[in-house]
């Protein structure tokens, strides 16, 4: 029998739970008057394909978030596994989110880091406010996927490779 451990349902225990479950990497970015801005985000979901949606939640203590909520189109980087560095940056708060990481630019103000497993570019369609994190349904407009790129997974406070059986 495997021993359970129950803790209590507030933030620091969720955090527990939810570490137990894996989840991609995905970068949020657009350019905005000429600089690049960008988050990560990986509480990502697909949510219809008709029409073509997915979601994504963001804090609402982000600085990054109102800046990128103004863009017409958001460009979604699902970052490979061999973009640790890149996922790490993004999450900083101060310095350049993009160093080490070649940009290149979609529609409007989307851009995408160059070597991820696939690309989305879509519209923000609703936010929805949930606690301490705004839901965003994005309406997804265009989409790319590299075959040869295993996505990165975050699971238990650290990035993690897929293991194929």
Excluded at 68 to 73: F, I, P, W
Aim: proline share 6%.
């Amino acid at each position: 029998m495997h021993e359970l451990f129950e803790f209590p349902a507030d933030g620091s225990g969720l955090r527990r739970a939810f570490s137990n479950f894996p989840s991609g990497v995905v970068a949020v970015a657009a350019e905005i008057d000429g600089t690049p801005y960008g988050l990560a985000v990986s509480t990502f979901v697909p949510v219809s394909l008709d029409p073509p949606l997915v979601s994504f939640c963001v804090q609402n203590s982000s600085s990054t978030w109102p800046l990128l909520a103004k863009a017409g189109h958001l460009g979604l980087s699902l970052l490979g596994t061999d973009q640790q560095a890149a996922a790490k940056a993004l999450g900083t708060r101060d310095g350049d989110r993009f160093r080490g990481s070649e940009l290149h630019r979609g529609t409007g103000e989307s851009i995408f880091i160059d070597g991820a497993s696939a690309w989305i570019e879509g519209v923000p369609e609703v936010e929805v406010p949930a606690g301490d994190h705004s839901v965003v349904i994005l309406r997804i407009h265009r989409i790319a996927t590299r075959a040869d790129v295993e996505p990165l997974v975050f699971q238990g406070s650290k990035f993690r490779r897929l293991l194929a059986s």
